[in-house]
T-cell receptor
Framework: DQQVKQNSPSLSVQEGRISILNCDYT??????FLWYKKYPAEGPTFLIS?????DKNEDGRFTVFLNKSAKHLSLHIVPSQPGDSAVYFCAASVAGSARQLTFGSGTQLTVLP | GAVVSQHPSWVICKSGTSVKIECRSL??????MFWYRQFPKQSLMLMAT?????????EQGVEKDKFLINHASLTLSTLTVTSAHPEDSSFYICSARRTGANVLTFGAGSRLTVL
């Protein structure tokens, strides 16, 4: 039972354009959502997060949107750069669970120069 | 910021041997650490939650006798893959959370190849 889903295994975007990565979840107990970026043979690197009490969080080129009613979140990268090419994982956690994370399956983003 | 160090980054071993992977929080204390496993092109799957001074909590389907976890101090957790077999070959990643933080910091991962 996949509680966090990333239905697009890959995404290609032209440099300078917007990248939109999507994530859906099924567990209504999730109250904190994160995006991690991962390069091959490396551990995930934290990118941005959002609490369930908010619907948007912005950090530089990265913005995360949360739609609780739809159980959907998205990561927007504007403008996309070739260095953004990596696998992006959506993750979620429940308060009181020691903040263990449930990950989506990841989306490979390729930004074309 | 929070830094998690993992060692070794790559290990090759013969089938039947045991391999120990270390996870250290370098600049903070972590009462809880997490061990994940990732197969190629798949998601990170939580294997177990490592608790300092007590037994680890294993996820369903993870053999606790095969994947021994020891969290002897607030800055060190170890994962020992006992009697490793080729199907144990994978990428193992640990993570830790600074007290009060919502964000997990991950180590760089350890690539295990069992011949």
């Amino acid at each position: 039972d996949q509680q966090v889903k990333q239905n697009s295994p890959s995404l290609s975007v032209q440099e300078g354009r917007i990248s939109i990565l999507n994530c859906d979840y099924t567990n209504s107990m999730f109250d904190y959502f994160l995006w991690y970026k991962k390069y091959p043979a490396e551990g995930p690197t934290f990118l941005i997060s959002i609490s369930s009490i908010k619907d948007k969080n912005e950090d530089g080129r990265f913005t995360v949107f949360l739609n609780k009613s739809a159980k959907h979140l998205s990561l927007h990268i504007v403008p996309s750069q070739p260095g953004d090419s990596a696998v992006y994982f959506c993750a979620a956690s429940v308060a009181g669970s020691a903040r263990q994370l449930t990950f989506g399956s990841g989306t490979q983003l390729t930004v074309l120069p | 910021g929070a830094v998690v160090s993992q060692h070794p980054s790559w290990v090759i071993c013969k089938s039947g041997t045991s391999v120990k992977i270390e996870c250290r929080s370098l600049d903070f204390q972590a009462t809880t650490m997490f061990w994940y496993r990732q197969f190629p092109k798949q998601s990170l799957m939580l294997m177990a939650t490592s608790n300092e001074g007590s037994k680890a909590t294993y996820e369903q389907g993870v053999e606790k006798d095969k994947f021994l976890i020891n969290h002897a101090s607030l800055t060190l957790s170890t994962l020992t893959v006992t009697s490793a077999h080729p199907e144990d070959s994978s990428f193992y990643i640990c993570s830790a959370r600074r007290t009060g933080a919502n964000v997990l910091t991950f180590g760089a991962g350890s690539r295990l190849t069992v011949l």
